[in-house]
């Protein structure tokens, strides 16, 4: 039912998961976004959220909408961070916790993910699986070629790829035999699912019976198709005059006519904004159109839904999405029913498949895109170009005159669209002759905006002679810029296949074409550079040319990829290194995992915002948060005067003293994006939309140094820490007379190369929820560092340490994001809470993540390098400086050092380490953070002096690498591994010598594509320092099962998983009698930092020395009985003969294992497109002595 337009009504419905649902005003706001509907008004956190504009993934669900073109529904996936709620009337959902969960069993696709090891943190898997349960609900069946693009809008950053790939592609209809097999085996695996923990069942328990009594047993749904309840309903034809749903002065409009569409659009006064939905997946990309006052929904008129190919030209309507004309193009083009005259489709076709990603094509729409480029002209549409080369033409309705109007798309950018709608397009067939090339260059191959796009049409006679004006259209250099007119001029009457023609073109392109500055874009000298290239590029696809030439006609295409692991196998330490799925990975497939925003709102809970600063470097004049208050549903605004303790949310000192990082700026701002403050409201809509009416006035504004070269020119440099706690001005490795030996060397040369900052890009961003009670807060925090998070939060509330109670279930990734950083919002959180006596929430955006926290540190080395004759290095030099931030309490640059050398030997490598103090926020460590860049640096030198002595670099690598025969490292005297065992198989199984061959061949043959191919060693070093884990094993008299409590964080390394590894074999229990409990500071009190990929070693190592010392105890007393007790048995009588059959273990640093080198190294071959930097991956080989 509804929308009825009856506006006593005042309501929406839809069915989500197989329930109807009906929303109105004001508990479910006109603007409200479907993620936030299932989320936090329904309670289903299974669908997770990120970016909230449409580029990862983790929001999708599936939709079922009336296809009122094609008859029936149509059913596809799409992000729910675009999808407005009153958007979906009479629309089926469907979100992960339908699809399959413990209760009613796991879904097939589930079961895939899980069984391929397709999950480590499980943030993105809802989002993954409930693409793939689209895309087979639109198709029926997919090939795995259609796998690999389904999933080109699912960010994962922390599995890898291939295993989530090969797990969906053994659903493929073209699946491999091997991954199909291993699909059977999954799910016959899963078969026997324990219905109460959702966990393959593997054997029973020690007394012969099953501990899961409880619950009902789960069916697999159906594979594929979703299995939504309700009916479609269609739309009152009454209601086009009306608003179906009104708030104040906010309306939304279901008109199921274009005559409805003309009401609502005249309905509008001067004052309203007018939104006409589409997909609303605009709102990703140009995030400040609105606020909207009017909505009208293009959805239920069936004008706007019709294909007709029957006639010439071809008219498609204008709510029809992406994916619906890539398959009328499709269609048309080739095959059976292929039309004469549009053969060009299938450019567009493939042009359009690159747009966007999956989801947002489908159920973006092709005039929504075009509207998009007619209020924002700097928008690079691939839409608006690729349409405008083929002279298609739009049919827009015009609400005052009631005029149909038809212009070409060439015009969009300049026409008046208020008060109008595009109702369709009209794609006229093309002369023969005709050659349409189209091109997009992006900094990624897929979901990306393009850099530079071109769309190029020519009519070409026999002799190759431009027969009518061409179309030489471009996109990305600028609002005043599309079509270059004195290039198309030109070549009327020119034959392309004359040398000098092309080349005064190009000239002509290069003289018009001028890119605007902007620095999200590459460098205007790059575009301009692209326009001729592109140009070239359709000139050599259309005229051909010698076969060195040619293959500056075609596109990089990524291949279907295919990936291989390998590895030795020891069953006789089973379960211990066992390759399992981890023990929560259906909970993550499925959704039920729970990350720290996924728990329950508590009554009377609010929701933060951060205000931040939009000066560096600036005195805060003022800061007025009057208008913001004002606002319904804001509660307080919360700044650095309301912390009853210290202002700082960095207290790390065991490297040695620390300097305070605000929670909320005093004063003079210290960076942009600094929080000055946090809006606290009702609802996060509310408390966000409230931020922008803070007024803060500045003076005194400096100009921020934000990079490592400014601070050297401005001598903002301070030395790092030492391993000894003190300053340090050199780290030497080897002979310390390395000025002598440099002056002695054969060869010197000098270099420098930079290795930028990195966002993080965890798939959960930074949250935090802080509840007052009786005796202090419970706080929820994503850390991977609880005993700082409690310290600071202790002490920026002025309170005890006893008074926090911390617990943190998983992160959805951390890579050292999450060490200190985490702290600003659960101090800022804390802060709030603490002074309004209520639980507070801040859940942070992308935005708000990215600009109020550090990133990776940026390096940048300059360095000496002497060696010789035949590359052997003699002596290095290096000045190596890090961009810490405002604060250098996170520099790696001498913590990172011992790595600098990587797997070679010089006689002396000196490194001369600075902190570089920029006006940014205080970066921090990332995945390795200083060792990347050290190695990074090493083989810069390599490459620098292959390329000095004109050698083949892997021959400079090889002469370098330690000779273990009459040389010791430098930093720990081992064998060089990589030398004796890495090399010699990767060589082998990467087929070097062999392909090294062909890549010199493909480069002789081919001026336009290279390929390269490179070896690069790696040599990690890694001992255990003083990090500190409690343990703490619990075994429950009632029944038997087990309880572990570990001070380490789950992150999606699989700590819990190898906990529970060890502490099965070492009781000689079956893995099912295990669970592990959440982390808290209770029960795991004072435990350290969990990353450096230590935690899961000694968390190991605590909970075997923990169960040891139990199954001791318990072997002592079961030798008193009988031998043939079952073991809940043995534990019932051991407690009442008091038996502790609890463990608790604390670390001793004496009894911490050894530490050890890892070895590794990597081929990979890279071919790139000389013309426009395209590139892509064909080969990656890695061998890693994993232990
Ligand atoms: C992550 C992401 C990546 C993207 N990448 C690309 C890309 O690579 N290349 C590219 O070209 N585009 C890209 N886009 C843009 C995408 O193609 C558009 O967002 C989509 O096509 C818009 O369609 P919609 O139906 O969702 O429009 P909506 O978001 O619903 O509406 C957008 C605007 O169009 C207006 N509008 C909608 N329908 C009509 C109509 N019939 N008549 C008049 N006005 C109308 C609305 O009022 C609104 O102002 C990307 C978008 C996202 C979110
Ligand atoms: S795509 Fe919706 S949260 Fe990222
Ligand atoms: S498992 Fe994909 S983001 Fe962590």
Known sequence: MAPQGDSEVNAVSFVLNGEEHTVSPPAVPLDMRLVDYVRYHVGLPGTKVMCREGGCGACIVVATAPDLGGGGTRTFSVQACQLLVYACANWQLETIE???????????????????????????????????????????????????????????????????????????????????????????????????????CAGKLSDGTCRSQAGTTGTTAKDGTTTLGGTTTTGDALADARPSVTAGKERWFHPVSGVGVMNALKMATPQDKVLLVGGNTGAGVFKNDGPYTMFISLAQVPEMQQVNIAESPIKLGARLSLNQCIDVFRSVCEGPKAVAGYGHLKEMADHWQVVANLAVRNNGSWAGNLAMKNRH????????????????????????????????????????LRGKVIVAMLLPPLPAGTRVRSYKITPRAVNAHAYVNAALRLLLGDDLTVKEAPRLLFGGLGEHFVSASNTERYLIGKRLSDVSVVREAARLLAEEATPHPDPHQGSPEYRRSLVQCLFYKMVVGVV??????????????????????????????????????????????????????????????????????TQACAAIDSVDATQALAVPGVVDFVTAADIPGKNSYFAMDMFGPVKPDPVFAVDRTLYHGQPLGLIVARDRATAEAATKLVKVTYSDIKKPVVSIQEAIKKDRLELPIGWDGKPASSVVFGDQDGKGLMEKASHRVKGKMEVPSQYHFTMELMTARVMPLEDGYDVIATTQFMQETQKVVAEVLNVPANSLNLTVRRLGGGFGHKVSRCNLSACAVAVAAAKLRRPVRLFQDLRTNMSSIGWREPYYASYEVGFSDTGRLEAVAMEVYSGVGHVPNESTAVMASNIATNVYFSPSWTISPQNAILDTAANTWCRTPGHVEYIAFAENIMDHVAAELGKDPLEVREINILNIADEKQPADGGPNVFKTSILPVLKEKAMLEQRKLEVEQFNRENRWRKRGLAVTPMKYPYDYPPLRYGILVSIYEQDGTIA??????????????????????????????????????????????????????????????CCERLKARLDAFKATQDPAITWPELVKKAILADVDISERYWPNTSEFPKGYTIWGGACVEVEVDVLTGMHVIRRADVVEDAG
């Open 544 to 613: 051909g040319g010698s076969p060195r030439v040619r293959s500056a006609g075609d596109k990089i295409v990524r291949g279907l990829s295919s990936g291989q692991q390998s590895f030795d196998e020891t069953p006789d330490t089973w379960p211990v290194g066992q390759p399992l799925p981890k023990i929560e990975s259906l909970v993550q497939v499925a959704g039920e995992a729970q990350f720290a925003d996924d728990v329950p709102l508590a009554a009377g809970e609010l929701h933060a915002y951060f205000v931040q600063a």
């Open 377 to 416: 002209k700097n928008f690079p549409s691939d839409v608006f170009l690729t349409l405008a080369a083929i002279d298609a033409q739009i049919l827009v309705a015009n609400a005052a005159t009631q005029q149909p109007e038809q212009h070409p798309v060439l015009e969009v950018p300049q026409l008046d």
């Open 1044 to 1105: 572990i409590s570990h001070g380490g964080i789950e992150m999606g390394q699989g700590m819990n998983t190898k906990a529970v590894q060890v502490a099965a074999a070492t009781m000689g229990l079956p893995m099912q009698q295990f669970i592990v409990k959440p982390t808290s500071n209770v029960t795991t009190a004072n435990s350290t930092v969990t990353g450096g990929s230590f935690g899961s070693d000694l968390v190991c190592q605590g909970v075997k020395l």
């Open 98 to 200: 339908h699809l399959g969960g413990r209760k009613k069993g796991y879904h097939k696709i589930q079961q895939a993910l899980a069984g391929f090891y397709g999950t480590q943190c499980g943030y993105c898997s809802p989002g993954m699986v409930m693409t793939m349960a689209g895309e087979l609900g639109r198709k029926g069946t997919v090939t795995s070629g259609e796998v690999e693009g389904a999933l080109d809008g699912n960010l994962c950053r922390c599995t890898g790829y291939r295993p989530i790939l090969d797990a969906f592609k053994s659903l493929a209809g073209d699946g491999a035999p091997a991954l199909k097999q291993r699909l059977a085996d999954i799910e016959e695996a899963y078969k026997t699912t324990c219905p109460r923990t959702g966990q393959p």
